[in-house]
């Protein structure tokens, strides 16, 4: 009561709003000369002890993010204990600003964001189509691999549907509004596991079966605040890299340590090699016996101490209602963590959906249900990969491995015969036909992060051979044309996804 009154006095609704919702008694207000402030706190005494400090930009945000509020400013700042620390973060913040996947994106044309379709909805052009390709055909080659079944599931679903699975009690807020079809209500679906489930259920099961493990890169939609709303990394509509395991409580170790072998082994294709990563333990409010949480977690743990020892770190408290659950951040380039798999066992789902196998005394038994995402979303994955690789992309996932820039017009003939044999490879290539200077051709390569640039002129068309330009070790000199495609051959031979298995 004497906050809020001291609040009005000093026409701070804002606060005032924030203090009304606070269900402690008490609160805590810091003063700095004439400004009060309400503030969880501590602070510092004084200014000056702050040793380095940098005032950062000032932008408009919606109270509470909300487009229907009022717009306030907001002022963003940071502080360090030492110049050093300042100078760093401030040495990655404008490479971040570089990095920024939104302006590579639009750059190299990878995607787009159109106001006609809407906030938050993706659209990849064909170059970004083309590397979302291939790291959609490696996803499915590891998984058919490791025994997953591939399967896909309708976009939308009966409500009933989702009043099984709780979502329209516990995740409605991110759900879009029913559609009325022959008048039966369906939503548009916001995960993949209660479709998973029902294809499980399709069958009778015997213990004998499982694990079973279906897999899917399922799209699903979420309502995101348009406040919240960031180029591929916070999207409406995005695609997931589902699976779902149904297994036996005895299998959950071994199948966690098979997903981690999975997720470490897919991560470092990619060039993620760093990880933070955190397990997740029962909260106060939770659904299933303490007895089988407890099992969950000692098997997560025990799969993690396997795999990377004692490199990881524990959150109490922290799981999800239905489950335990192992989150793993990948590190960028600049050292920024990014959230990416996630592996969550789950008691509550198989219960509600009564999912059962039979166990080898003939009884229904109810299996043990792991969900599991390693990429995450591809969106927001993809987007990660941009920044990481500031639009550099490995030679495997280049959309354009090389190309090949012909001196002059008379050379063109040569130049389109070097491509053809290049093609024929299976390396990706194109020709730049246009009538520009060399440098011109070749700047204009570098900032489309071509990987090679081969060079002919009346020399290599005399002698047989081209010159070659590397994208990240300059020139390279003339070479046979055979030893360049054995170059490319031999990097490309370590991950190969370009076709589907």
């Not at 799209?219 to 960031?230: A, C, I, K, N, P």
């Not at 959906?353 to 390693?374: C, E, L, N």
């Not at 700047?443 to 010159?467: C, F, H, W």
Request: aromatic share 10%; charged share 30%; hydrophobic share 35%.
């Amino acid at each position: 009561k004497e906050a809020i009154k001291l609040f009005k006095g000093l026409k701070e609704t804002y606060k005032v709003e924030l203090i009304e919702e606070i269900a402690d008694e008490k609160v805590s207000v810091y003063k700095h000369g004439d400004f009060v402030d309400l503030c969880r706190g501590p602070h510092v005494e004084s200014t000056g002890k702050v040793k380095a400090f940098k005032l950062l930009s000032i932008a408009g945000a919606y109270w509470r993010g909300s487009e229907k509020n009022a717009m306030l400013q907001r002022i963003y700042g940071t502080a360090f204990l030492t110049k050093e620390e300042l100078d760093k973060f401030l040495f990655v913040q404008e490479e971040a600003k570089k990095r920024d996947h939104r302006k590579i994106g639009k750059d190299l044309d990878l995607f787009s964001i159109q106001d006609e379709m809407g906030a938050g909805l993706v659209f990849w052009h064909p170059k970004g189509a083309f590397i979302r390709n291939l790291i959609e055909n490696y996803w499915k080659a590891e998984h058919i691999k490791r025994g997953y079944e591939l399967v896909n599931i309708p976009h939308i679903g009966k409500i009933d549907l989702w009043k099984t699975s709780g979502h329209v009690d516990f995740y409605k807020d991110y759900m879009y509004s029913p559609m009325s079809v022959d008048e039966q209500k369906y939503i548009i679906k916001p995960m993949n596991c209660p479709g998973h489930i029902l294809i499980y259920k399709s069958q009778l099961h015997s213990y004998r079966d499982l694990p079973v493990k279906f897999a899917e890169l399922g799209t699903v939609y979420r309502y995101e605040r348009s406040g919240v709303l960031h180029g591929l990394m916070r999207v409406r509509g995005f695609t997931q890299d589902d699976a779902h395991i149904f297994c036996t409580q005895d299998q959950v170790k071994i199948e966690i340590e098979k997903v981690l072998d999975l997720t470490f082994e897919m991560l470092g294709k990619f060039g993620f090699k760093e990880y933070d990563i955190y397990i997740s333990t029962m909260p106060e409010k939770h659904v299933g016996a303490d007895a089988a949480w407890k099992l969950a977690t000692n098997a997560l743990t025990d799969a993690l101490k396997d795999k990377v020892g004692d490199k990881y770190c524990v959150d109490p408290g922290e799981g999800v209602f239905y489950g335990p659950k192992i989150d793993i951040k990948i590190k960028d380039a600049l050292g920024r963590s990014w959230q990416c798999t996630t592996i969550q066992v789950d008691f509550n789902l198989p219960e509600r959906f009564d999912v059962t196998y039979i166990d080898d005394s003939g009884q229904k038994k109810q299996p043990i249900m792991i969900h599991r995402a390693i990429l995450g979303s591809l969106e927001r994955f993809f987007g990660v990969l941009v920044e990481h690789y500031a639009g550099a992309f490995p030679l495997w996932l280049s959309p354009v491995q090389a190309v090949v820039i012909p001196i002059k017009d008379t050379i063109k003939d040569y130049a389109a015969g070097v491509k053809e044999a290049v093609q024929e490879k299976g390396i990706r290539v194109e020709i730049d036909p246009r009538s520009e200077t060399l440098n011109y051709k070749i700047r204009d390569a570098q900032t489309n992060k071509i990987p090679y640039m081969v060079i002919v002129g009346e020399k290599e068309k005399e002698k047989g051979l081209i010159s070659v330009r590397s994208r990240s070790e300059g020139d390279l000199g003339q070479m046979e044309l055979g030893k360049f495609i054995e170059q490319i051959n031999k990097q490309m031979q370590e991950v190969d996804y370009s076709k589907e298995d």
